[in-house]
Structure formats: structure tokens, C-alpha cells
T-cell receptor, first 115, second 111 residues
Framework: KAGVTQTPRYLIKTRGQQVTLSCSPI?????VSWYQQTPGQGLQFLFE???????NKGNFPGRFSGRQFSNSRSEMNVSTLELGDSALYLCASSRELSGNNSPLHFGNGTRLTVT | GQQLNQSPQSMFIQEGEDVSMNCTSS?????WLWYKQDPGEGPVLLIALYKAGELTSNGRLTAQFGITRKDSFLNISASIPSDVGIYFC???????????FGTGTRLQVFP
């Protein structure tokens, strides 16, 4: 069974640009969560999508947005990139909403570097 | 906000040694999880704990959910080189329904 797939694996952008990251969950998983991982802040929750609706949101500015499609695939978008947005962006899927004791399965992440 | 204090921050041990790390919080949680992240990969769930006092094993790994519901520890016995990575504890926030991760313990194992 294929795991969580994230594309691209690496990305280099310049300040002010925007970026779209993609995540394909495990087949049968309906929830997709996004996390930002940096050395200084650790793993920070961005948002969670379930049945094409955002169900939970972390403390990130409006430049960070996402969406989920009917096949449960998800994308996240960051507009007007800043140097501090450089991080590993991790996507995780679960069968149900993560609050229902449904374990998260993580992808290998997209490493974004903003120059 | 809710915070998880994980210690130690890093460990350098020799192959064959046992390892112990823990995670504490000022708040009570009903679910404690332990994840491992290998270099260049995403975190992988090792053990999930759902009941205070619960002791659960997964191979050479053993984790316990503290009786006060404010802490958990993870033990690794007879470490091997592939145990290298970052170990994260995580809890499910009961008022936001999102996972909160600890700051991680970086483990290095020398042959």
C-alpha cells in the first residue's frame, strides 16, 4: 500500500514569490494535515482538511492556505514568500479526523528554501 | 499555550546501550504518542498510549503513559545504529483536536 506522497521533494524560491505543495494521502484516508518543521520551532501545525473542508487551523498568517480535493489529495499554498518560510513542510494523512484517535501517517516532506 | 518539554535534547550513545527519554507537560492529556524521524524522512508512529499508567512495547521499544497524565517516557533497549534519528513525543490537545509535538530528542548511536 503506497504511503503518503509529497511533491516536489525540494524547492527553491525567492522572496515575494508564491509556492504550491502537493500531497497525496494513503488510499482510504480522508484527513490530511500539514505541518511546518524548522530547527528552531520544531513541528508546528498548519491546518487539517477533511472531506474538502478545513477543520482545524494553526497559528500561521493568511499567506498560508490550503485546499483538499474530492479524491482527498491536498495542496498548500504560501504566497509572498519570506526568508523565514524556509522549512520542511510535512503532510500527514489519517483515516478519520486526527482528534478521533486516528494515527497520523507522514510523508517525507517538501524542503522549501527561500532566498 | 500548551507545551511539551522533551529531554534530553540530544544523546550520544554506544551501540548496545539502553536509552531513556521523557516528555512532560503542565497540562493533562488523554493520548500520548511517540514518533521517530529518520534523516530526510517524515516522522513514523512508534507507540500510541491511550490510558494513564499504560505500558506498551514495540520490539525493543517500551513506552509508558504517566499516571498523572502529564508525562510519558520512551525506552530503547540494546540500541543499534538504525535507531539513529529524532524521537518526538506528541499529545492530542483536547480543546483544539490537533497534535502538539515535543521539541524532539536527537539520538546518535556509535558502533
Amino acid at each position: 500500500k503506497a504511503g503518503v506522497t509529497q511533491t516536489p521533494r525540494y524547492l527553491i524560491k525567492t522572496r515575494g514569490q508564491q509556492v504550491t505543495l502537493s500531497c497525496s494521502p494513503i488510499s482510504g484516508h480522508r484527513s490530511v494535515s500539514w505541518y511546518q518543521q524548522t530547527p528552531g520551532q520544531g513541528l508546528q501545525f498548519l491546518f487539517e482538511y477533511f472531506s474538502e473542508t478545513q477543520r482545524n487551523k494553526g497559528n500561521f498568517p493568511g499567506r498560508f492556505s490550503g485546499r483538499q480535493f474530492s479524491n482527498s489529495r491536498s495542496e498548500m499554498n504560501v504566497s509572498t514568500l519570506e526568508l523565514g518560510d524556509s522549512a520542511l513542510y510535512l503532510c500527514a494523512s489519517s483515516r478519520e479526523l486526527s482528534g478521533n484517535n486516528s494515527p497520523l501517517h507522514f510523508g517525507n516532506g517538501t524542503r522549501l528554501t527561500v532566498t | 499555550g500548551q507545551q511539551l518539554n522533551q529531554s534530553p535534547q540530544s544523546m550520544f550513545i554506544q551501540e548496545g546501550e539502553d536509552v531513556s527519554m521523557n516528555c512532560t507537560s503542565s497540562s493533562i492529556f488523554n493520548t500520548w504518542l511517540w514518533y521517530k524521524q529518520d534523516p530526510g524522512e517524515g516522522p513514523v508512529l512508534l507507540i500510541a498510549l491511550y490510558k494513564a499508567g499504560e505500558l506498551t512495547s514495540n520490539g525493543r521499544l517500551t513506552a509508558q503513559f504517566g499516571i498523572t497524565r502529564k508525562d510519558s517516557f520512551l525506552n530503547i533497549s540494546a540500541s543499534i545504529p538504525s535507531d539513529v534519528g529524532i524521537y518526538f513525543c506528541a499529545v492530542l490537545s483536547y480543546n483544539t483536536d490537533k497534535l502538539i509535538f515535543g521539541t524532539g530528542t536527537r539520538l546518535q548511536v556509535f558502533p
